[in-house]
């Protein structure tokens, strides 16, 4: 229960406007102070309830504090970021190491719950316990290598094609820690390029993405595109459509962005100006998952072609 506080923050999210949610989630509720604080209150609360129980209340505060901990320690190496200071700061923690949503991490500890549920004798829980707990560690563990390991890969292949840039970021594509993404910052753009740990050489080739910041030029001071900016930690590019302006924020990939398809990432939005009100809305991406896609998802990860 203590794991899951943190993410309550989600209860308000349908009240808001796209804008606030950004600011909301992994916001206020995934800071130190936070944690601190409600570790307290519902300690204290607890220490009242079970009186009896001859625990202390610095027992229930650190039973719910490492709970709550571990919930940010563990958001901290996904690439949407965590507002561990707030509100002091917002300045988002983000390690890029595991995906937002990864099965392979998560399910160690599912299972580990479901055993628990059902054996009663303790030893056997501890020993579940630090198996399962261990398993997920490790996976974790294995993606901070990887990430060192594609990042020199990245920048051998900087060097080898003589690309001058300002900065990149990298990230594993969804659910997994082999096939990496880099997104390199250069003058008016970006190059996205990626790289699977089965490659057979360090040569990768990059896409141009141009960043059109221009066509936001006479609004990149407002409220709106400041928090998409902050939100996008400066990865982003603008495309003009119809009557409107497309914001695609570069930090999170589709699962088809390997294909070249930029148009279905998860988080792009709508720009429109009426009567010099300005008006954002998130486009929901038309996913198109098939088993089709997701087979040549997995053969790019083996083999590149």
């Not at 509100?87 to 399910?107: G, Q």
């Not at 003058?187 to 910041?213: A, C, E, M, Q, T």
Request: hydrophobic share 45%.
């Amino acid at each position: 229960i203590g794991g899951i506080i943190p993410d309550l923050d989600i209860t308000i999210l349908p009240f808001v406007d796209e804008i606030e949610k950004l600011q909301i989630h992994r916001g206020f509720s995934h800071s130190l102070l936070f944690a601190g604080s409600i570790s307290f209150l519902l300690g204290l609360l607890l220490y009242k309830i079970y009186k009896k129980r001859n625990l202390k209340l610095i027992h229930w505060f650190i039973l719910l504090f490492s709970s709550i901990l571990a919930h940010l320690f563990v958001d901290c190496f996904t690439n949407y970021g965590t507002q561990l200071f707030a509100p002091f700061s917002n300045y988002k923690v983000a390690w890029n190491t595991i995906f937002i949503i990864d099965p392979f991490f998560t399910l160690p500890l599912v299972i580990n719950i479901f055993f628990l549920i059902f054996i009663q004798k303790y030893k056997k829980k501890k020993i579940l316990n630090i198996i399962f707990i261990n398993l997920s560690l490790l996976y974790l563990s294995f993606s901070i290598v990887n990430k060192v390991i594609v990042d020199n890969v990245f920048e051998k292949s900087f060097q080898n094609q003589e690309i001058v840039y300002s900065r990149y970021t990298t990230n594993p594509t969804p659910m997994n820690i082999i096939f990496w993404r880099c997104v390199c910052e250069v003058p008016d753009g970006y190059l996205v390029g990626y790289y699977s740990l089965f490659d057979g050489n360090d040569y990768i080739p990059f896409k141009y993405i141009r960043k059109n910041k221009h066509l936001i030029y006479d609004i990149q001071n407002t409220e709106e595109i400041q928090t998409l900016i902050w939100f996008s930690r400066g990865y982003y590019f603008v495309e003009k459509e119809d009557e409107y302006i497309s914001f695609v924020n570069l930090n999170y990939d589709a699962i088809r962005g390997f294909e070249g398809n930029f148009s279905e990432y998860p988080f792009k939005y709508k720009i429109e100006i009426d009567s010099n009100k300005l008006s954002v809305q998130q486009v929901n991406p038309k996913f198109s998952i098939n088993w089709g896609m997701v087979k040549r998802f997995v053969k790019r990860i083996i083999a590149r072609e």
